[in-house]
Every structure is written in C-alpha cells, then in structure tokens.
C-alpha cells in the first residue's frame, strides 16, 4: 500500500503514552503547548486516531487534524493525534483509543467509520471521559458524539459543477470503496448532473472492497481516473481520501476537472501543481465538528448523540478557491438555486 510520509507533530508524547501505543501499532504525536495546560501543569484535552492513509491525505485526516490544532490554540492544552497501521485489527483501534482515554486525554475521536467497534468498547470502559466518532451514526451511548453529514447534499451541487462545466457531456466518480457512505456521495452526484444537464454520461468506479486500499492508495485512484478520462469524461469527482490524490493527477496530467473531496484540495499546498484543475472540492465541516466536541468538554457540557452537518447548517458546502469557479456566473447561478432549492425542501436528495 502506497502512503505519503507523515509530518511530526511539534512535541513528544509522555513515555508511558508512547510506549502503551507502540504496543498497539500506533505511532504517537504529542502537539502539547509549550505553556502547558490553562493551570499550567500542563493539562490533556482533545486526542484523535486517524483513519487509513493517516495524516497528510490533504483530505479526510487533514481535516481532522485542522480540528485538532484549533483546539491546541484555543484551550492551551495537549493534544494527541495517532497513525493506523496496515492491516490492524478492531482491537488494535480499540487498544488505540484506550490507551488515550487511559493516559487522560478527553474528548478521543475515532477519525472514520470504522472505529464504530473500537468506540463502542473503549467508551464502556471510560464512562467519564467522552468518544466521538467521524461518519458513523450506528454507535450510541450517553458519552459517545457521532459526528455526521449530509454528504450527498453538497455532492448534489458537485454533480451541478460537473454537468455545467462538461464539454463532452461525459463526466466520472471515483470512490474508495463501495459502502453506504460512498453511496452518498455517488448518488448526489449523479442526482446533481442529471438534474442539471440531460444526457451527461456519468462513469463510476470504486477502488476497493478493502478500505486500506480504497482510501490509501493514489495508484489505484489515478488508474481508475485515467481511464474515466481515456473514455470520454473531462470532469471527475472522487470520494476516495489519500487515493483521491491520483485521481487528481491524472486529470491534471489529461488537462481535464478534478473536484475534491473533504477539505479544500484546490489549496492544499502539497498539490499546488495540479490547482488549476482542482474547480472546486465538496467540504465538510469535520475539523469544526471536532473542535466543537473539545469545546463542549471544555465548558463542562460534552456533546453527544448524533450530531448532522448539512447545507442548511453551512457544515457541507463547495470550496471556492478557484477563482475560475468563484467567477462563473453562470454556475453561481445554478448553484445557489439549488442549493435554496434543498435547503427549503423542494429538492429531496437521494442517499443511495
């Protein structure tokens, strides 16, 4: 599985914090501040474990990391942030995410739904220390805060962006695995073209049942796009993670539109060479879900049960960064009609 080399994060974890995840496979990045915590002994608060591809996906992680250093900043504590391993198990997460309640750190946040288990065992043994988890609603528990999207409804507006900006009325998705999840993404998207545009063919591929190689693998992204692109599509949306990186090259390579995914990929500095062909990406608000979690714990009032970002809530929406987007009036136009449309109930986006 191919991986992007990962950032340290400025600090060092305690020892005994080090080596109980070391045990488990994880790969510790303390970020404490340097002025310790607000009673300056240095006190513990938000802790995340990262979904595959881990830090430096410029995506999904990214934008859990950003939650995560708002946090650092705004509360002057220490914060942790923990790297998967290929191949771990349910125990392994769940080891993960013990061992940081253990050591004090409070809110943990699992980063992805797959540590739906992991939450579930590690939140039974802390009562009193509280877990969220990013995309996934399935876990509930009275200190447990599922952090979730309405996905499809800012991918309805991708499928606009797609079908408005197609010169060969043939446009792509590619998702890291076939889930539900994905699904969202796949079905707002193709809502949106065809709602837009008749007629735009639209291409879709998932990269892998394995979600360590759907989402962590860019030379299965760029393959898949590569041949969307070969077939005709000049616009192609991916829902793919680190993966998503490749598909983002091979449409830069081929001269074509990428659309991002998660964060703002069009200024993501790593990718800064492919920009141009970045449009626009579908965000979501997971560094301000996260950072609204720790600030919940902070005021003595965690948050928990499910909590929905959508359009409505401005937590989804469309980056703008490209002023070639940003600038087409047209498909502003377009755009802000639908999205009133979906806010105000006339447009029902599908989630499957």
Known sequence: MRRVSRIAVAGTATASLALALAACGGTSSDASSSA????????????????????????????????????????????????PKDGESDDDKAARLVNL???????????GYSYAPAVKEAAAKFPNTTFGIVDDASVQGKNIADLVFQENEVSYLAGVTAALKTKTNHVGFVGGVD?????????????????????????????????????????????AAEKQLEDGADVVYHAAGL?????????????????????DQYSQKPLAAYKKYIITSATKGV???????????????????????NLKSGEVSLADSNPEFKNDSKLQAALKKAETGIVDGTIKVAAK
Not at 45 to 74: M, R, T, W
């Open 36 to 83: 310790g915590g607000k009673d300056g002994k240095g006190a513990k608060g938000l802790a995340i474990a990262y979904d595959v591809g881990g830090k430096g996906d410029q995506s999904f992680n990214d934008a859990a990391y950003q939650g995560l250093e708002k946090a650092k900043a705004k509360f002057g504590y220490q914060v942790a942030d923990q790297e």
């Open 101 to 111: 309640a253990k050591a004090g750190y409070n809110p943990v946040v699992g980063i």
């Open 179 to 223: 889930n539900a999840l994905i699904n969202k993404f796949r079905a707002g998207f193709e809502q949106g073209v065809k709602d837009t545009k008749k007629g735009v063919k639209v291409d879709v591929q998932f990269l892998d049942e394995d979600p360590a190689k759907g989402f962590a693998s860019p030379d299965l992204g760029k393959a």
């Open 243 to 263: 993966s998503g990186q490749g598909v983002i090259e091979a449409a830069a390579a081929a001269k074509k539109y990428a659309i991002g995914v998660d964060s």
């Open 287 to 309: 560094a301000e879900s996260i950072f609204k979690l720790a600030e919940s714990v902070e005021n003595k009032a965690p948050e928990t049960g499910v909590i929905t970002g």
